[in-house]
């Protein structure tokens, strides 16, 4: 290294100060997200300024943007945290029983409602002593960069093509129904394609940028286009918005079936035919080999094969 004497200051608690301001964009948020004072992480980032000769994170408005110096060092501290990380566990073999990792996901909640809370109970009854951080996946989320960085550990969600430049592991199918109150019209009379398209639908947000959603994907394939009225970015909501109105909410039936007996809804299937909705675990290749993080991704799939059964 062309200065020793700099890299004997650096130590890894710098490296992840560092890491998690800039991804906060924010002293206070990433304080809360270490758990340290906000003055003792101020004090940490000026260390860090005079070592890079570089402010490093600069008002922009009413936040706080990273400089183009502050984000070519983003991969690399996410790198050297993730390799220590690993470097130690790795090398003690990894015992849940005793294990203090702390395991990142992003989720989509167009997943069973069940899911999620059925999976952290399994961790923690496995790994008391680990940590979770559950993200949501949004129009705003670069997953596949998140990934990389080390600030997640897998993606759980549905693609009608998942992406190619990714590890990834199949949980399940699912049939595309549609769920409606039982007041609607439709639970009576039935319906055609063309009355189904022009009943009101309610629809999520993208889970990334740029996204459709795989119903109206494939509905673009066909050339058919519905009568989207609402969109709600919360899916565990719709059900309820749902149950309500005449809204007409399309997705997998074992979503759908969650709510049929704590609301007056109805599952009737669609008169336009889907492909199945396909969910899978993503991962990137640096953390492939990570005996960690192969038994989180044991946990996600042994949690999807229990409620594939039931």
């Not at 795989?214 to 058919?224: A, F, N, W, Y």
Request: proline share 7%; glycine share 6%; net charge positive.
């Amino acid at each position: 290294m062309r200065d020793q004497s700099l890299f004997d200051k650096i130590d890894l608690h710098l490296i992840r100060v560092l890491h998690t301001v800039l991804t906060e964009r924010s002293v206070s948020k990433a304080a809360i997200r270490l758990g340290m004072h906000q003055p003792a992480v101020s004090a940490s980032l000026k260390r860090l300024r005079d070592f890079a000769g570089d402010p490093l994170l600069v008002r922009s408005g009413s936040g706080m943007v990273p400089t183009e110096t502050a984000l070519r060092m983003l991969e690399p501290s996410a790198s050297i945290l993730r390799a220590a990380e690993m470097l130690f566990s790795d090398a003690r073999g990894f015992e849940p029983a005793t294990a203090r990792n702390t395991f990142r996901l992003a989720a989509s909640d167009y997943l069973d409602p069940l899911f999620l809370p059925r999976l952290v109970a399994q961790i923690k009854t496995q790994a008391p002593a680990a940590e979770i951080e559950i993200h949501p996946l949004s129009g705003a989320s670069d997953y596949r960069t998140l990934l990389a960085q080390g600030d997640i550990d897998v993606v759980i969600g549905n693609w009608p093509q998942p992406p190619d430049d990714l590890h990834l592991g199949r949980l399940f199918g699912d049939e595309v129904v549609c769920l409606v109150s039982k007041k609607h019209p439709a639970v009576r009379r039935g319906w055609d394609q063309a009355s189904w398209l022009e009943a009101e639908h309610i629809a999520p947000g993208a889970t990334h940028p740029g996204a459709k959603g795989v119903i109206d994907e494939h509905l673009g394939s066909l050339g058919l286009q519905r009568h989207i009225v609402a969109r709600c970015p919360h899916f565990g909501l719709i059900p309820g918005m749902v149950a309500s109105t005449l809204l007409v909410l399309t997705t997998g039936r074992q979503y759908c079936e969650r709510f049929v007996d704590t609301l007056p809804v109805k599952i009737l299937p669609c008169p336009v035919e889907f492909p199945r909705m396909m969910y899978y675990q993503l991962w990137h290749a640096r953390t492939h080999t990570s005996a960690s993080n192969k038994w989180l991704r044991e946990r996600i799939k042994s949690v999807a094969a229990e409620l594939r059964k039931e």
